[in-house]
Structure formats: C-alpha cells, structure tokens
C-alpha cells in the first residue's frame, strides 16, 4: 500500500479485491471482546467494531478467530461467535476485570501465548486493534514471520492533550504506540484526523491507509419499533459510555436553552444500578442546577436490540464528546435516519456532513450546540431530509460489507508484498 485507501470519496471502499482465497485472519483485541455487554467504561464502540468485521469478514468466506483476554474464570478457551469466527480467551494475568489502563504488565504474557499458539497454526494474517494489543502482536508476529496490520482506535497523544492530567494512561503509552506504528506492516487508520496525528508521531503516510468503522445497515433502520417517548414535545438522545469525555454536560448545559424537550441519556451500569454510577450523579447535579432535572432521563445500559427503537424515537442524536477518535454513535443515529448534532472533532468530521445530514459545532460549547439543535426542532422538514440524507450516507460508504472489502484488499497488499520480498506465493 504506497498511498493511503482514502479518502472515502476516491472510490476504494466497496472495491472488490482480487479475490485471496480462504484466509485464517487473527483479530487481536485484548481489553475489547466482542462477547462483552456493551455500555461499561471500557466496553463500547471497539468492542462492536470487532464483533462486527469479524462476521463481515467471515461472509466473505474467510476464517477468523479473536484473541481477548480472559477476563472471568469460568469462560471456556474458545467460544464460536457465528459460523467462521471464534473467540480465543487469552490468560494473561488473573481471570478478573481489569481497566484497561492496568493490563500493560501482562502484555508480554498475552503476546508469549499468541507466540505459541501460531507457532503450530499461524493464520495468514494478524490484525491488532488498540495499542497494547499492538504491542503484544508484534512480539508475537516478530517471533512467527507474520504479517501485522494494526488499528488504534484511539491515540495518546490526543488523549494526554485533552486530559492531561486526568489521563489514566500509562506513561509508556504513547511511546510504544509509536514503536507499534513504525514496527507494524500497515496501519488501518479510521478517519482523515488520525492519519494526520499519525503523521506528526513520526509514523509515514506510505504505511498508513484509511477505512472507516461501519454499521449494521439491518438492525439500524429507519424502520421498526419506536421507543416510548416522554411527555416533551422533542425528544433529544445521547447513546454511549457514561465518562466525562463524551460530552453529556454539554448536552444538559444546552438543555436549559431548549424548552418543551427531554434529553434521554444512555449507556452506563444496568438501570437498577444507575443512581450509583458517579457520572450520573455528576450529571444529576449539573441538571439540577441548570433547572433542567425534570426534563433529563437516564436509561442505563441497554441490550444492542433495544438501542435502534430509543434512536428512532429522537428528534436529534447529540454526539458531543470533547474528542472522539471515530465515533459509531453517529453512524448508528443516521442509519435510523435521524439528524445529528455532533462536535467537529475526530472521525465526526467525516462521519457527519454539515448541513446535508446534521451539524458540527465546536466541543465543549452548549450554546452552539443549543443554536444547532434549536434549528433543526423548529424545522420538522429539515430533520426529515437530514434524517434521509444520513441513511443514503451510511447505505453509500459505512456498511460492514464495505468495510471489509476494504480491510480484505489491505490485507492482500500486505500479503502480495511480503511473497515479493520473500518469494513465497501469496494465499
């Protein structure tokens, strides 16, 4: 891959490769399981991004298993996902959750058992997704000869500048996301943004191509059941782990601008343990004193069936985290066909086309973001045609067929320049 395989307008996406044949593909995914209930601290849009390529990968025929950590220690070695994926459960370290800034030290023993796994039946090919899966990759693709293409998800650098302080990461961290970056064959990046932090690592731009995350354009649909909705006149949501960074502040500041409509916030801990969750109680207060309280509901986790009737019971989707390195939230409201009120930060930039399908404010600003969704509430024919706009988007450039077509011809140019160089045949 000597340039990028965006942007997404060149055309790349949907392209169809010539064809592999069968390839055993490795996901690595070390904190992010696609077993895992979605909605935790650490569980959310990684853990669908690779449930997701897995089984898109797999109706393109090929096999794939996914290594995560075990993380409780009654799960079984390996558990059939759907037909032609599997999950592999790694031991490395104890059998408990852990945060995943805590699981450095055990990378060194999570890579030592992939090492051992391949070495009797290596796949064709390694895709590692987070940093610290990465990092444990290409230990044990070093050790195999294997080919290594990797995903971040999320950078430190942007992280550090955000947080700073309040960065949980460890301090190694973006170091060796830079040792992953220049050690790996290719790097996948998701939008146009990261690429450009790529760039200022000192990681190149010819090892570096884009294909975004996508969205199952079946469940998410324009269509089917509607979520009860509340006594407002509008109806506002925002979907996804409850931590400060994604914004949920704003969208309660911004409430106080908007009369006769309820915000409906989900994500975080099961509703019967929602009032213990401390962002929850953080917003809480927060509303209370912007005079909004009785007009903010808090679902708690939801199953992943439930989420696309609460999105299409919206008026608006708000999606306005400080920094969002991709963002799936987006690409779940607009294939419901519902408008998108995002800030202009991260994969937002690409995902969401200002005016054609929502608006981007500024992060961190609830007065833009209030001005944003005023217009389109006061508009009905507007969110409509916004609402359309966004599902013709999704069906164009976001679905999982797309997406791993994509991420299949990556992986045959990695594969086709590795039998250059050694002189064995591609698969």
Known sequence: MTSTLGPLDSGVLGAEPVGPGVLSIALVSEHASPLAALGGVDAGGQNVHVACLAG???????????????????????????????????????????????????????????????RGRPPDVVHSH???????????????????????????????????????????????????????????????????????????????????????????????????????????????RLVPRKGAAVSVAALAQLPETELVVVGGPPADRIAEDPEVRRLRALAREAGVADRVRFTGGVPSGDVPPLLRAADVVLCPADYEPFGIVPLEAMACGRPVVASAVGGQLDT???????????????????????????????????G????????????????AAATEAAYCEVLDAKSLVTGVGAV
Do not use: N
Request: aromatic letters at 4%; glycine letters at 10%.
């Open 56 to 118: 898109a990968l797999a109706d393109r025929g090929h096999r794939v298993t996914v290594y995560t950590r075990r993380d409780a220690p009654d799960l079984p070695e390996r558990v059939a996902l759907r037909a032609g994926v599997q999950v592999h459960h790694v031991p490395a370290g104890p059998p408990e959750q852990i945060p995943k800034d805590e699981l450095l030290p055990h990378m060194g023993e999570f890579g030592r058992h992939l090492a051992r796994v391949w």
């Open 130 to 240: 987070f940093w610290m899966s990465g990092l444990a990759s290409l230990w044990a693709t070093r050790e195999a000869g294997l080919p290594l293409l990797h995903t971040y998800h999320a950078l430190g650098t942007v992280k550090r500048r955000h947080q700073q302080l309040a960065d949980p990461s460890p301090p190694q961290r973006i170091a060796l996301e830079t040792e992953v970056g220049l050690g790996c064959d290719r790097i996948i990046a998701t939008c146009r943004d990261e690429v450009a932090e790529l760039g200022r690592m000192g990681v190149p731009a010819a090892k570096v191509g884009i294909v975004p995350c996508g969205v199952d354009t079946e469940l998410f649909t324009p269509r089917g059941p509607v979520a009860e909705r509340g006594a407002q006149r509008h109806q506002l949501l925002q979907l996804g």
């Open 352 to 386: 969401v086309a200002d005016p054609a399908t929502g608006r981007l404010v500024p992060p961190r600003d609830p007065e833009a973001l209030a001005r944003a969704v005023a217009e389109l509430l006061a508009d009905p024919a507007l969110r409509e045609a916004s």
């Open 388 to 403: 359309e706009a966004g599902r013709r988007r999704v069906l164009r450039r976001y679905g999982w067929g797309q997406v």
